[in-house]
């Protein structure tokens, strides 16, 4: 059973930081994309960022790429989301997912994904 957890959500004042952690497990292949997404109340999930397999690419929504940054290890189905400055605007659900190796590895940030998961809070505060 594959399984995504993340962890490092909360309550935080705007422009505070927090870095958001996710690993998978029960993969039985490897992953080619490791992306996080968010959803706020009434809202659609929008995408934020993703990694290849290799690190060696990296992909942002154009308004946060100068405040989060992605980073991982593919390999070790690891990845994690420093945000820093954060608004009140931040505040949503914020989802971790895979995209398990496939025959020809193209890096596709915004999916599709094979696997989510669950979510953790992030509240920030004016």
């Known amino acids: 059973q594959v399984q995504l957890v993340e962890s490092g959500g909360g309550l935080v004042q705007a422009g505070d930081s927090l870095r958001l952690s996710c690993a998978a497990s029960?993969?039985?292949?490897?992953?080619?994309?490791m992306g996080w997404f968010r959803q706020a109340p009434g809202k659609e999930r929008e995408f934020i960022a993703a990694?290849?397999?290799?690190?060696?690419?990296?992909a942002y929504a154009d308004s946060e790429k100068d405040r989060f940054t992605i980073s991982g290890d593919i390999a070790m189905n690891t990845v994690v989301l420093q945000m820093n400055s954060l608004k009140p605007e931040d505040t949503a659900v914020y989802y971790c997912?895979?995209?398990?190796?496939?025959?020809?590895?193209?890096?596709?940030?915004?999916?599709?994904?094979?696997?989510w998961g669950q979510g953790t809070h992030v509240t920030v505060s004016s």
């Open positions: 029960g993969l039985t292949v490897s992953s080619d994309v």
């Open positions: 997912a895979v995209r398990v190796r496939q025959t020809i590895r193209v890096f596709t940030p915004k999916g599709p994904y094979d696997y």
């Open positions: 990694i290849n397999w290799s690190g060696s690419s990296t």
